[in-house]
């Protein structure tokens, strides 16, 4: 079993910054592919970035050039930073973190909405 709790999510400005954390426990040797995914209102989730152990990452096009993911394997935390944050970005964020067996772990969700 594996635990993921986020934090970081809030309120922000159009081309404001934040920085989401999830912070994973339990069975942790045995992390995989760690990620962020997302769901705005009425929408399905979607993948924002994932990344390997190794540090290998991809991102949704959407975020591309605006977003960075990163992990710190001695931590056990997977980071999203993002910049230059747009309305459509507001949506809920999720952690998601997949163990070498093939099963993924979920966090609870962290709210981001961006505002004037």
């Known amino acids: 079993q594996v635990q993921l709790v986020e934090s970081g999510g809030g309120l922000v400005q159009p081309g404001g910054s934040l920085r989401l954390s999830c912070a994973a426990s339990g069975s942790i040797f045995s992390l995989n592919v760690m990620g962020w995914y997302r769901q705005a209102p009425g929408k399905e989730r979607e993948l924002v970035a994932r990344?390997?152990?190794?540090?290998?990452?991809n991102y949704a096009d959407s975020v591309k050039g605006r977003f960075t993911i990163s992990r710190d394997n001695a931590k056990n935390t997977v980071y999203l930073q993002m910049n230059s944050l747009k309305p459509e970005d507001t949506a809920v964020y999720y952690c998601?973190?997949?163990?070498?067996?093939?099963?993924?772990?979920w966090g609870q969700g962290t709210r981001v909405t961006v505002s004037s």
């Open positions: 998601n973190a997949v163990v070498y067996s093939g099963m993924g772990y």
């Open positions: 990344i390997t152990p190794p540090g290998n990452s």
